[in-house]
Each structure stands twice: as structure tokens, then as C-alpha cells.
């Protein structure tokens, strides 16, 4: 059975003050979740129906458990239920709680002996005596936990993934008497639950890990040049004598060197540092399990690693409480779905960790109109072209999001499609003050707003690794081995032959022509200019020579004349949209030219040689095809192209 909440706020300040939107959003939420009046009333639903519908089971001694989101949830809820059922005169309902540490509210601090008045450790003993029925948890006990009489279950928290399984399964105890199982949801899709159990269901199947990933995560961390193997050690032999109960002085004295030099990262670095050095620890935790590893070293770091992550954690930003600013004026709960979630027993993967492949091929994303007419058509929608932009908008602020890119960049498709719906919906929220109607409907419609997350993730993720390749440390680009993609392109030189140096301008046709494809692409695209075919750099010395001027710098004039070229051969409002920056490695220069996808279609002004060896200047359309550029001459291919990436 789920349940829907509907509520409203309004503001309960005269003054009209400003906060992040995003933090604002989420301390909206949390304010409704932990209101009085929102716990009240599911209380009296959990109370009520475990009364009237639970209590006899199993010969009178069921017992149902209350999964909550937070601590502070823990401690509400659980004040709550005591509160309605003393309210009904249910002396004979206890209730336990089960969180960990200490929780401050409204200047009254709780822990979980203080609640149940006795020790936390035995509170699964207790939980088994007659007297118990209810125990509230903020993550605790929702896996590993057997309790057989355990009959029902009113989750008021996000599940998803593992985490959906797992809790939901602390039911799946067998007990004499025990005729079945029962769950009450606040807050997740009987659909989506049943979409978790499906993986699961039937027969699971896991892709083969390639154990070489555990070496690439460790490398990773060495260009960060944090790590060194001396500190290593000594911090490893302090570990495994046994004797670190007595060594966190010393532990923490052999850390202070690699902490110090992670603290003089600039903040981008200690960010990226900081999500290799998780994956590396999570890496060798899974891997160490399931393989057998023979290099000591690799034991050491990990060691090592897993004590030095515990100091350079991101702090947590201090959260915000609008709870005297805002009031709750309307709330309606309402039944959505009573049945059971069967299961079909069909075949599902389970990713353990990511396996280092991309896909093959990139999905190709739709038009916009095509978005919208189907949004239309399935939803009963009047979407207007406001509407539109208003989408387009907040798909540009995930591609602008910085951790977005780095996602994009770093993961195939299918895994940075985890993250999206998170990203998505910061997202949306970020954009409230825009049009609001469209911007409710996709918080509160499900199916909407899956169907817009399926329709515009290739687009982010395609957008997000383009916006990535425009500022990121280049030699993430280059090889070898070659990393050329439908998003990046190589060009051993502008206008001279690579061989001999000579100039031949013609050249610069095939620069030209992928300039051009990437413009009239869905994501837009790199192209590094003096760099060879197998990634490594070629220099960009023999077209400074072409160009050279005495007293001016040969960087400023390539860069002025490329700037030209583009212009002359693309038209200013397409060039508008081409970037270009010069960066030296190992001594030799290369240009990056950085393409954003054109709003309309563009032809590329180039010269070709015929037969005859003359020079022929023609306009012509191109268009990007997996990892290469071609020309589209029929015309109504041409237009059967457009229409895929302007629409009609």
C-alpha cells in the first residue's frame, strides 16, 4: 500500500529575504517531512492500521517496523506514535527506537538508550519480548537484521538501488504462524519498488570485473603527487602491528605530510584527488574479496589510503532551517495503490563497479520538438515554446555543472544515468522561479518527469563531456593510445604537410570540415590542432613558421589567423560559437578549438583540389558520423538530417 502527501507553505514573514535556492528547496522539504501536523497524521495511519490489520497476526505477536530518513525523523516519529496512542488510551503499544549517537531538537537532546531506557546493544533482545511492536530506525537495522515475528513495514523514506531490497526484505523471515508479509509507503512508487526487486528477481547475472581496474584506480591518484611510498609504509606497518590502538599520535604524524600537501591543492584538484582516492578504497574492498591479490604493495596503499580519507573528507555545509520563516497552510494525505508488487522472473545485471568500457556507440538524442510532442501527446501537456526554453534551460545548468562534466567525462552512459534523476532535480528546483507550473508538474508527476530525465540524459551527457573537454587538464585528451570520439578530433597540423613542412593551404579544409560538423551536431566537439593520430603531440612549429612576422609573437598570429579563417569560411554568428586556446606540452605547442553545437545549420566555405590539381572553393554541408566528419550533398538527406538536430 502507498501513500501520497499534498501540501502547501506560505511565507510567515512580513520582509521577503533571499536564500540558495537549491539549499532553500531542500530545507522546504525537510520542514514539511518533520512538521507536526505531516507526522500526526501518519502516525494515526501507522497506529490505526497496525491495530486493525497487523495486531493478530502471527497469534497476536506481530511486530512491524518504522523505517524513517533521518535521526531527527527517528525521535519526531517516534514521539509521535507515543503521542497518538496515548492520546487512544493504547497502553499496551510499545514502541522502541533504534539510531545511533546523539540527536539535538528544539533544545532537548535524545539519544536511543535515553528513549527506550536501557542500552543500545540490547535493543534487538528486547525488540523480541511481547511488550515491543513498533521500532523506529534512521539506518539501522535494515540489513542483517533477523526478526522473524517481523510481520509489517511503513517506510516514510527514499528507497532505491540495493538499499529498496534490503530494507524490504527484513520482512522475508520465516516464523511459524507467519502467513505473510505487509508494507506501507509515504514516499516511494509501487512501480519503482517493484523495478528494484525485478534486478534481483529471478536470474541474476553479474558482468565479469577486470581485476587490471584495481591498478588503474591506484595510478590515478599519482598524478596528484599527494602519496609517497616511504609515508606509505610507515603508516602500514603502524596499522598492522596490531598496536594503532596506541599509535594515533603516530598514525596521525606519518599522515600529516600527505595531508598537508592534499590541503595545498587548488579546490578543482582536491576534489577530483578526493574522488580517486574513494574509488580507490572502494575499489580494492570490493576487489580484495572476490580476487586474490599477491602484490603486498597494493595492500599497503590501500592502507594507507583508507586512513588518509578519513582526513581530508568534504565538510558538510551547515544546513538551513527556514522552519520561522515558512508555514505549512494545507496537507492531504491520500491512498495511491493498495495490491500486491509481483515480480517477474525474467533475467537482471548487476553492475558491481564500474568496468572501465563506455558504450560503443552514444544514443542519439531527439529533437526538441519531438520532446515536446511527445510530452504532449502522453501527458495531456499544452507545453509552449516558453515551456521548451524553460527545459532547455535547465538542461544547460546540469551541462554548465562542473560535477556533472566530470561525470560525463569519466563514466559510460548507463552509470552516469545514476546520478542524473539527483541532478535533475537540483536542477529543477534551481530553475522554481522560472515557470512554475512545468517546474511543480515535473517534481510532482513521476512519469513526467522519468519521461523527460530519458529524453534529455544523452543530450546532458553528450553536452556535459564537450563542456568538460573545454577546460579540462589536456592531457586528459591526448594519448597515446588515441582518444579520438564522436566529441573529439586530432589534426597533426593547420595548413603544412606533416611530413616535409611544406605549406599547402588547402589544408585547412580538414580542419574546416569538422569545425563544421561539430557546429551542426547535437554536443559540439574538440579539435586539437598539432597533435599526430596516435594522440601524442606533433607541435605546432611548422605552421608558426608559415605565419612568422618579425617582432610579433608566433602564438598571437596563429591564433589571429585561425580566428579569421573560421569567420571567413563559416560566417561570424556560426564562428561566434568556436573557442580557441594555445597550451604547451613537453615544450611544444597545441591549439584546442573548442565547438558549441550551432542553433541552426551552417555550410563551411573550404577548397578542395580536383583531378587537374586546381583549386576549387565550394560551400558544402557537413555532419558528424561516429568518430568522423562527412559531407551530406542529397538534398534530402540533408534534410532528414536538419530535422534531427533543429527538428522541423
Same mark, same amino acid.
Given at each position: 500500500m502507498t501513500y501520497g502527501t499534498y501540501w502547501k507553505i506560505e511565507k510567515a514573514v512580513e520582509e521577503d529575504p533571499e536564500y540558495d535556492s537549491r539549499r532553500a528547496g531542500a530545507a522546504i522539504a525537510r520542514f514539511v517531512t518533520l512538521h507536526?501536523?505531516?507526522?500526526?497524521?501518519?502516525?494515526?495511519?501507522?497506529?490505526? @492500521?497496525?491495530?486493525?490489520?497487523?495486531? *493478530?497476526?502471527?497469534?497476536?505477536?506481530?511486530?512491524?517496523?518504522?523505517?524513517?530518513?533521518?535521526?531527527? @525523523?527517528?525521535?519526531?516519529?517516534?514521539?509521535?506514535?507515543?503521542?497518538?496512542?496515548?492520546?487512544? $488510551?493504547?497502553?499496551?503499544?510499545?514502541?522502541?527506537?533504534?539510531?545511533?549517537?546523539?540527536?539535538?531538537?528544539?533544545?532537548?537532546?535524545?539519544?536511543?538508550?535515553?528513549?527506550?531506557?536501557?542500552?543500545?546493544?540490547?535493543?534487538?533482545?528486547?525488540?523480541?519480548?511481547?511488550?515491543?511492536?513498533?521500532?523506529?530506525?534512521?539506518?539501522?537495522?535494515?540489513?542483517?537484521?533477523?526478526?522473524?515475528?517481523?510481520?509489517?513495514?511503513?517506510?516514510?523514506?527514499?528507497?532505491?538501488?540495493?538499499?529498496?531490497?534490503?530494507?524490504?526484505?527484513?520482512?522475508?523471515?520465516?516464523?511459524?504462524?507467519?502467513?505473510?508479509?505487509?508494507?506501507?509507503?509515504?514516499?516511494?512508487?509501487?512501480?519503482?519498488?517493484? *523495478?528494484?526487486?525485478?534486478?534481483?528477481?529471478?536470474?541474476?547475472?553479474?558482468?565479469?570485473?577486470? #581485476?587490471?581496474?584495481?591498478?588503474?584506480?591506484?595510478?590515478?591518484?599519482?598524478?596528484?603527487?599527494?602519496?609517497?611510498?616511504?609515508?606509505?609504509?610507515?603508516?602500514?606497518?603502524?596499522?598492522?602491528?596490531?598496536?594503532?590502538?596506541?599509535?594515533?599520535?603516530?598514525? @596521525?604524524?606519518?599522515?600529516?605530510?600527505?595531508?598537508?600537501?592534499?590541503?595545498?591543492?587548488?579546490?578543482?584538484?582536491?576534489?577530483?584527488?578526493?574522488?580517486?582516492?574513494?574509488?580507490?578504497?572502494?575499489?580494492?574492498?570490493?576487489?580484495?574479496?572476490?580476487?586474490?591479490?599477491?602484490?603486498? $604493495?597494493?595492500?599497503?596503499?590501500?592502507?594507507?589510503?583508507?586512513?588518509?580519507?578519513?582526513?581530508?573528507?568534504?565538510?558538510?555545509?551547515?544546513?538551513?532551517?527556514? *522552519? !520561522?520563516?515558512?508555514?505549512?497552510? @494545507?496537507?492531504?494525505?491520500?491512498?495511491?495503490?493498495?495490491?500486491?508488487?509481483?515480480?517477474?522472473?525474467?533475467?537482471?545485471?548487476?553492475?558491481?563497479?564500474?568496468?572501465?568500457?563506455?558504450?560503443?556507440?552514444? #544514443?542519439?538524442?531527439?529533437?526538441?520538438?519531438?520532446?515536446?510532442?511527445?510530452?504532449?501527446?502522453?501527458?495531456?501537456?499544452?507545453?509552449?515554446?516558453?515551456?521548451?526554453?524553460?527545459?532547455?534551460?535547465?538542461?544547460?545548468?546540469?551541462?554548465?555543472?562542473?560535477?556533472?562534466?566530470?561525470?560525463?567525462?569519466?563514466?559510460?552512459?548507463?552509470?552516469?544515468?545514476?546520478?542524473?534523476?539527483?541532478?535533475?532535480?537540483?536542477?529543477?528546483?534551481?530553475?522554481?522561479?522560472?515557470?512554475?507550473?512545468?517546474?511543480?508538474?515535473?517534481?510532482?508527476?513521476? +512519469?513526467? !518527469?522519468?519521461?523527460?530525465?530519458?529524453?534529455?540524459? #544523452?543530450?546532458?551527457?553528450?553536452?556535459?563531456?564537450?563542456?568538460?573537454?573545454?577546460?579540462?587538464?589536456?592531457?586528459?585528451?591526448?594519448?597515446? #593510445?588515441?582518444?579520438?570520439?564522436?566529441?573529439?578530433?586530432?589534426?597533426?597540423?593547420?595548413?603544412?604537410?606533416?611530413?616535409?613542412?611544406?605549406?599547402?593551404?588547402?589544408?585547412?579544409?580538414?580542419?574546416?570540415?569538422?569545425?563544421?560538423?561539430?557546429?551542426? !551536431?547535437?554536443?559540439?566537439?574538440?579539435?586539437?590542432?598539432?597533435?599526430?593520430?596516435?594522440?601524442?603531440?606533433?607541435?605546432?612549429?611548422?605552421?608558426?613558421?608559415?605565419?612568422?612576422?618579425? $617582432?610579433?609573437?608566433?602564438?598571437?598570429?596563429?591564433?589571429?589567423?585561425?580566428?579569421?579563417?573560421?569567420?571567413?569560411?563559416?560566417?561570424?554568428?556560426?564562428?561566434?560559437?568556436?573557442?580557441?586556446?594555445?597550451?604547451?606540452? !613537453? +615544450?611544444?605547442?597545441?591549439?584546442?578549438?573548442?565547438?558549441?553545437?550551432?542553433?541552426?545549420?551552417?555550410?563551411?566555405?573550404?577548397?578542395?583540389?580536383?583531378?587537374?590539381?586546381?583549386?576549387?572553393?565550394?560551400?558544402?554541408?557537413?555532419?558528424?558520423? $561516429?568518430?568522423?566528419?562527412?559531407?551530406?550533398? +542529397?538534398?534530402?538527406?540533408?534534410?532528414?538530417?536538419?530535422?534531427?538536430?533543429?527538428?522541423?
Amino acid at each position: 500500500m502507498t501513500y501520497g502527501t499534498y501540501w502547501k507553505i506560505e511565507k510567515a514573514v512580513e520582509e521577503d529575504p533571499e536564500y540558495d535556492s537549491r539549499r532553500a528547496g531542500a530545507a522546504i522539504a525537510r520542514f514539511v517531512t518533520l512538521h507536526e501536523h505531516n507526522l500526526s497524521q501518519k502516525a494515526h495511519v501507522i497506529v490505526e @492500521h497496525f491495530r486493525r490489520h497487523v495486531t *493478530g497476526k502471527i497469534g497476536g505477536k506481530a511486530k512491524a517496523m518504522v523505517v524513517t530518513s533521518s535521526r531527527k @525523523h527517528a525521535v519526531r516519529m517516534a514521539h509521535a506514535l507515543r503521542k497518538h496512542a496515548n492520546a487512544q $488510551g493504547y497502553d499496551a503499544l510499545g514502541i522502541l527506537v533504534a539510531f545511533s549517537g546523539t540527536v539535538e531538537d528544539e533544545g532537548a537532546t535524545f539519544t536511543e538508550a535515553q528513549m527506550n531506557g536501557f542500552g543500545e546493544r540490547q535493543t534487538p533482545r528486547e525488540f523480541e519480548e511481547d511488550w515491543w511492536q513498533f521500532l523506529v530506525v534512521a539506518d539501522k537495522y535494515q540489513t542483517g537484521f533477523d526478526q522473524p515475528l517481523l510481520y509489517a513495514m511503513y517506510v516514510d523514506k527514499v528507497l532505491t538501488g540495493l538499499a529498496a531490497v534490503q530494507t524490504l526484505s527484513r520482512l522475508n523471515r520465516r516464523a511459524e504462524g507467519k502467513d505473510g508479509t505487509f508494507v506501507l509507503d509515504f514516499r516511494n512508487d509501487a512501480d519503482a519498488v517493484r *523495478g528494484e526487486f525485478e534486478t534481483y528477481y529471478g536470474k541474476t547475472v553479474a558482468p565479469p570485473t577486470d #581485476p587490471n581496474l584495481l591498478y588503474d584506480t591506484r595510478h590515478a591518484l599519482d598524478e596528484y603527487d599527494v602519496l609517497r611510498n616511504e609515508e606509505i609504509t610507515k603508516v602500514a606497518d603502524l596499522l598492522l602491528t596490531g598496536e594503532s590502538r596506541n599509535n594515533h599520535a603516530r598514525i @596521525h604524524a606519518a599522515l600529516a605530510p600527505a595531508i598537508d600537501r592534499f590541503q595545498a591543492l587548488q579546490g578543482a584538484e582536491q576534489e577530483n584527488f578526493r574522488d580517486a582516492l574513494t574509488r580507490f578504497v572502494r575499489t580494492y574492498s570490493f576487489l580484495s574479496q572476490v580476487v586474490s591479490f599477491t602484490d603486498a $604493495g597494493l595492500e599497503r596503499d590501500y592502507q594507507f589510503c583508507r586512513a588518509l580519507s578519513s582526513f581530508v573528507k568534504r565538510g558538510a555545509g551547515a544546513s538551513l532551517d527556514l *522552519g !520561522s520563516e515558512v508555514e505549512l497552510t @494545507h496537507l492531504h494525505m491520500e491512498q495511491t495503490f493498495e495490491g500486491s508488487v509481483a515480480l517477474g522472473a525474467g533475467q537482471g545485471i548487476v553492475r558491481t563497479i564500474y568496468d572501465g568500457t563506455g558504450s560503443t556507440r552514444d #544514443p542519439e538524442a531527439s529533437p526538441l520538438s519531438r520532446i515536446i510532442a511527445t510530452l504532449n501527446e502522453r501527458f495531456g501537456l499544452n507545453l509552449t515554446e516558453a515551456d521548451r526554453l524553460h527545459l532547455e534551460s535547465i538542461a544547460q545548468e546540469m551541462v554548465d555543472d562542473e560535477t556533472v562534466q566530470r561525470q560525463a567525462a569519466a563514466n559510460s552512459l548507463e552509470n552516469f544515468g545514476v546520478q542524473f534523476p539527483k541532478h535533475f532535480e537540483t536542477a529543477v528546483v534551481d530553475r522554481l522561479g522560472g515557470i512554475q507550473d512545468l517546474s511543480y508538474q515535473l517534481l510532482d508527476d513521476q +512519469d513526467l !518527469s522519468e519521461q523527460v530525465r530519458s529524453v534529455y540524459l #544523452p543530450l546532458v551527457y553528450g553536452r556535459a563531456k564537450v563542456a568538460w573537454q573545454e577546460h579540462c587538464p589536456i592531457g586528459d585528451l591526448l594519448g597515446p #593510445p588515441p582518444k579520438e570520439s564522436v566529441h573529439l578530433e586530432y589534426k597533426s597540423t593547420l595548413r603544412v604537410r606533416a611530413d616535409t613542412g611544406e605549406l599547402f593551404k588547402p589544408l585547412q579544409a580538414a580542419s574546416l570540415k569538422t569545425v563544421a560538423a561539430f557546429l551542426n !551536431s547535437w554536443e559540439g566537439g574538440t579539435l586539437l590542432i598539432g597533435v599526430a593520430d596516435d594522440g601524442s603531440v606533433f607541435g605546432l612549429d611548422s605552421d608558426y613558421a608559415t605565419l612568422r612576422k618579425d $617582432g610579433k609573437d608566433d602564438r598571437d598570429l596563429f591564433g589571429l589567423h585561425l580566428q579569421q579563417t573560421f569567420i571567413n569560411a563559416l560566417g561570424e554568428a556560426a564562428a561566434v560559437n568556436v573557442g580557441q586556446e594555445i597550451l604547451s606540452v !613537453s +615544450d611544444r605547442d597545441l591549439c584546442r578549438v573548442h565547438v558549441k553545437p550551432s542553433s541552426f545549420p551552417v555550410e563551411a566555405t573550404v577548397v578542395e583540389v580536383d583531378k587537374k590539381g586546381q583549386h576549387i572553393e565550394k560551400k558544402l554541408f557537413y555532419g558528424r558520423f $561516429g568518430n568522423g566528419t562527412r559531407q551530406i550533398s +542529397d538534398p534530402k538527406e540533408r534534410e532528414r538530417y536538419q530535422v534531427q538536430v533543429w527538428g522541423n
